[in-house]
Structures are given as C-alpha cells and as structure tokens.
C-alpha cells in the first residue's frame, strides 16, 4: 500500500505484480482460469490477493494500469550456469532433488504418496524462470500499449508429478534420487494446473525454455556452478 501510494504521489502510472497461483486455493475445476474462484489456504497466498485487490482499487480510483501475474511452479536457471535458485531454507522440488543427488541433503523428502493422480503423487505445472521473465516484458509493453488490466496466469498447462519429475532429473544426471515418503502435508492440493490461454492472447506470450528436461538440464548446470563457486 505504501508503495502504491508514492506512486501515485510520483505519478507511475503503471505496475507488473508478481503474484501466485496460490491465490485460487484448493481447485474446484482444471485446468484453472483466471475467473476460478479465489480461497487461498495459506498466509502466501492471501497475501498475494489482497494487493491484487489493492491494485484493483486504485485502477478504479486513481486510474493505476496493472498486470497481476499468477505464477505457477516457477523453476529452472539461466541457462549460462551463472543465475539459479539458492534459498535458504530451500522449499523448492527440484532444487532439493538435485541436494539430494549431490549428498547436500540425505534424501529427498516425497510429502504424500496416495493422492488421487496417476502415480500418487502431486501433480504441479513448473513454469520456467525465463519464460516468467519475458512474460514480465511483455505485460510492461502491454500495458504501455493501454491493454486492458487484470490477472494473469503463467504456466505450461501440462501437469507434472513428483515421481515424474524425479525421474527426468535422474534422466538429466545420469544419477539416482534418493528418496524419502512422508505424509500429505496440509494445505496440499493434489493437482495445480494452469491454462495460460488468457497470457498467451493477451501477450501474445508463449513459453519456449519450459519442457521440464530444459528445466532439469539448466538447473544441474546451474547447481554444478554453484558448488565450484562455493569452493572458490
């Protein structure tokens, strides 16, 4: 809100939000649409929502331009090995399955393998950093161009499990995962699924890097990186 209002004060005019697919909450239908209802379970995603609200209220009484993006599972790294994910504490799928291959973890911890998908396990769309990159560029141009205001999605629209996953990072490596099963944790749908249909006609925005072996294959060489320079 603080910022909203120094730039209304500063007159900027216009703002791309980095916001989540974890404002719908647990899904009533898939793929989800943008016009899906929105009950988040988490603090993450009620916060997100709430500026998205504030954003639509000060397009309706300041005339702000605004573009909220709703990321899906957003994953991968430059694909140069110089830029990736480094968290701490690490939440991310593929970041703690490739620790677990390089030993920095003991195993990879697999929250819930009885949900109602085709292997057991949750199902999530990844998205890549680039492609939630150039989709930032373009909301920026749309906008600038007087595009219409609202939220958008930013996913693949093809779901992938967590065994599915694992297995093509084992594919990529050359390497075994060691796993760990542990219960469903709450909170957890089983099925996140975008449909970016909305992004791609509005943008006209299209992932190119998201193929998850592009994903697996950007990531180790981005984790490889980061351990020889830890090492220097």
């Given at each position: 809100?603080?910022?909203?209002?120094?730039?209304?004060?500063?007159?900027?005019?216009?703002?791309?939000?980095?916001?989540?697919?974890?404002?719908?909450?647990?899904?009533?239908?898939?793929?989800?649409?943008?016009?899906?209802?929105?009950?988040?379970?988490?603090?993450?995603?009620?916060?997100?929502?709430?500026?998205?609200?504030?954003?639509?209220?000060?397009?309706?009484?300041?005339?702000?331009?605004?573009?909220?993006?709703?990321?899906?599972?957003?994953?991968?790294?430059?694909?140069?090995?110089?830029?990736?994910?480094?968290?701490?504490?690490?939440?991310?799928?593929?970041?703690?399955?490739?620790?677990?291959?390089?030993?920095?973890?003991?195993?990879?911890?697999?929250?819930?393998?009885?949900?109602?998908?085709?292997?057991?396990?949750?199902?999530?769309?990844?998205?890549?950093?680039?492609?939630?990159?150039?989709?930032?560029?373009?909301?920026?141009?749309?906008?600038?161009?007087?595009?219409?205001?609202?939220?958008?999605?930013?996913?693949?629209?093809?779901?992938?499990?967590?065994?599915?996953?694992?297995?093509?990072?084992?594919?990529?490596?050359?390497?075994?995962?060691?796993?760990?099963?542990?219960?469903?944790?709450?909170?957890?749908?089983?099925?996140?699924?975008?449909?970016?249909?909305?992004?791609?006609?509005?943008?006209?925005?299209?992932?190119?890097?998201?193929?998850?072996?592009?994903?697996?294959?950007?990531?180790?060489?981005?984790?490889t990186r980061k351990a020889s320079f830890a090492a220097h």
């Amino acid at each position: 809100l603080a910022l909203l209002e120094s730039m209304q004060r500063a007159g900027v005019g216009s703002i791309v939000f980095s916001s989540t697919c974890a404002t719908y909450g647990n899904p009533e239908r898939l793929p989800l649409r943008e016009d899906h209802p929105t009950r988040p379970v988490n603090p993450y995603g009620e916060s997100k929502l709430m500026t998205e609200k504030m954003l639509r209220w000060f397009e309706e009484c300041h005339g702000l331009r605004w573009t909220a993006l709703r990321y899906f599972n957003a994953c991968g790294a430059h694909p140069d090995g110089d830029l990736g994910e480094c968290h701490d504490p690490e939440t991310h799928l593929i970041p703690n399955i490739l620790r677990a291959i390089t030993g920095e973890i003991p195993h990879l911890e697999v929250y819930g393998t009885d949900y109602p998908t085709p292997d057991g396990t949750a199902i999530r769309d990844y998205i890549h950093v680039l492609d939630l990159a150039e989709a930032h560029i373009k909301a920026l141009d749309h906008l600038g161009r007087a595009g219409e205001c609202g939220v958008l999605n930013l996913g693949t629209g093809k779901g992938r499990s967590v065994r599915e996953v694992v297995r093509v990072v084992e594919e990529v490596t050359g390497r075994k995962v060691p796993l760990k099963e542990c219960p469903r944790r709450p909170g957890d749908p089983p099925e996140l699924v975008a449909d970016p249909q909305k992004a791609v006609a509005k943008l006209g925005w299209k992932p190119r890097w998201s193929s998850i072996e592009l994903v697996a294959e950007t990531a180790w060489k981005w984790e490889t990186r980061k351990a020889s320079f830890a090492a220097h």
